[in-house]
């Protein structure tokens, strides 16, 4: 797996064998930088972050900071790896997403950027995207992002945040949800 822009753009990035974890596919990644934009100087949560991918993604295009949330053990180990091989720090919690959704919110913090990659077919992207916002960690112009399987069902939205992108590629579905004004 290789960092696909930014000033580690080219560089390889370590991936668990198995199917414990999907990372997301090179052209999804892509995707959802093009349609972020500029990211320099955000603040990124990555929710299920597995191998860390497309927070170090987004350090790599100029993110101010990281904060990656995974449960595994294997997946914690590939992600602080990954992160000593490229020389960049972040913030690395062993959680549940919940769990940690909590924390951060008593701890205060807000976040510009916050992607979930939860497993498929779980339940857990539509649990991740509502705590988030109500438990505001999001900041007034921050986005989320969620990639499920194509024919998961994800909330369209509700009185505090709506749906802004909602796109297919292969089998991967990417939506990316915003705070109502």
């Known amino acids: 797996?290789?960092?696909?822009?930014?000033?580690?753009?080219?560089?390889?990035?370590?991936?668990?064998k198995g199917l414990a974890t999907r990372p997301v596919l090179a052209r999804v990644r892509?995707?959802?930088f093009n349609v972020l934009g500029d990211i320099e100087?955000?603040?990124?949560?990555?929710?299920?972050?597995?191998t860390g991918a497309v927070g170090i993604e987004a350090l790599s295009r100029g993110a101010?900071?990281?904060?990656a949330v995974e449960?595994?053990?294997?997946?914690?180990?590939?992600?602080?790896?990954n992160l000593s091989v490229l020389g960049v720090a972040a913030r690395v919690i062993r959680s549940e997403v919940k769990t940690a959704i909590g924390k951060l919110s008593a701890e205060g913090e807000r976040f510009d950027f916050i992607f979930a990659d939860?497993?498929?077919d779980s339940g857990l992207a539509a649990a991740a995207v509502d705590a988030v916002f109500e438990n505001g960690i999001i900041s007034e112009?921050?986005?989320?992002?969620v990639t499920v399987r194509k024919k998961e069902n994800l909330p369209a939205g509700n009185d505090n945040y709506s749906m802004i992108f909602d796109?297919?590629?292969?089998?991967?579905?990417?939506?990316i949800y915003k705070m109502k004004q």
């Open 1 to 16: 797996m290789r960092i696909i822009a930014g000033k580690f753009r080219g560089r390889k990035i370590k991936a668990p």
């Open 30 to 32: 892509e995707a959802l």
């Open 41 to 50: 100087g955000t603040r990124v949560l990555d929710l299920f972050a597995g």
């Open 64 to 67: 101010e900071s990281l904060v």
């Open 71 to 81: 449960k595994g053990s294997q997946q914690i180990r590939i992600i602080h790896d």
């Open 118 to 120: 939860p497993p498929y």
């Open 141 to 145: 112009t921050g986005v989320m992002a």
């Open 167 to 175: 796109r297919s590629y292969g089998d991967t579905r990417l939506a």
